[in-house]
């Protein structure tokens, strides 16, 4: 696992978000290890992982719902054991899992825990239910799923937080309603709030964060932004060629990592995008009659980062 630690903690006074060393343990069940990060004011922050890397485990410390065994965390610069209040009443949550009270209206839930933050402009929940496309009169219990999710949107959403806090915000979603929900995000950032992302919807990502940390078995591996992170992968040519060139002479080019043929003449190589000046120049040698350039996705990145 350690050769897979890249982590640098650079903390200042524009964090919201600081993590620093914090272990969580079950017993001998494993929960995280030793993670640090630091997000910026107005990041868009995407943690990716597959189910049971840590991810929730992590955002449950950051909100004081469970303890770390070892570490420290704070929000707004605020301990979050210590000023667990005072952080709540600027963050807006959205667990992965949750239930709400079956036999109320979406309306009346969204209307008691407004009261419980003091009070909000009712339009304000309005407006999000409008975008959401989600009936405010059902009680909770005739809700499908993808219409719970949209009420616990309304919840995190409602009282405008510095801090959105999202555990697997799309989940239940169908793709018109993920569109507005990536616009809602949007508008956030612009309005100056932060968000921390947990995802393991790959595509989603790539669309909306501007940084991503990768946890794997409770560490965090990797923490870059989406170019850097797609530049540590090969990019993926298909070349035609008039004629097919002795594929052995391709797999020698430095910075290949495989060629191989697709169908015909047209040939798959996998490149260093540092090789692939030399490459060109090399195929060069050769009748090309057609190129197509695949720009590695954070899919593919996300699986080196995860494979054996």
């Not at 989406?226 to 391709?250: C, D, M, N, Y």
């Amino acid at each position: 696992m350690s050769d897979y630690k890249e982590i640098t903690l650079t903390p200042s006074s524009n964090s919201i978000i600081s993590l620093d060393h914090v272990t969580k343990k079950y017993g001998t069940a494993r929960g995280i290890t030793d993670i640090t990060l630091d997000i910026q004011k107005g990041e868009v922050f995407g943690f990716l992982g597959p189910n049971g890397a840590g991810k929730t485990t992590t955002i449950r410390v950051l909100l004081d719902l469970i303890r770390p065994t070892s570490g420290h965390a704070s929000i707004f610069g605020l301990d979050t054991q210590k000023d667990t209040i005072k952080i709540k009443k600027r963050v807006g949550y959205l667990p992965g899992e949750f239930a709400l009270y079956p036999n109320l209206t979406g309306g009346q839930i969204c209307l008691y825990f407004a009261n419980l933050r003091g009070g909000l402009p009712w339009e304000n929940i309005t407006k999000i239910a409008k975008r959401m496309d989600v009936d405010l009169g059902k009680k909770f219990r005739q809700y499908s799923r993808g219409n719970k999710q949209k009420i616990g949107i309304i919840l995190a959403f409602m009282h405008k937080p510095e801090l959105l806090i999202l555990d697997e915000p799309t989940s239940g979603l169908d793709p018109l309603i993920q569109i507005e929900f990536y616009n809602m995000l949007k508008e956030a950032r612009e309005a100056g709030s932060t968000v921390f992302f947990s995802s393991h919807i790959l595509n989603e990502v790539e669309k909306i964060c501007t940084r991503v940390g990768i946890i794997r078995e409770g560490e965090l591996v990797k923490v870059s932004n989406l170019q850097e992170l797609i530049g540590l992968k090969v990019h993926h040519l298909e070349i035609t060629f008039a004629t097919l060139p002795p594929i052995e002479e391709l797999q020698k080019i430095p910075g290949v990592d495989e060629a191989k043929v697709k169908e015909g003449t047209t040939v798959i190589i996998h490149v260093k995008p540092s090789s692939l000046d030399g490459l060109v120049k090399e195929i060069a040698k050769y009748n090309v009659t057609n190129l197509i350039s695949l720009e590695p996705s954070l899919e593919e990145v996300f699986l080196h980062f995860f494979k054996k």
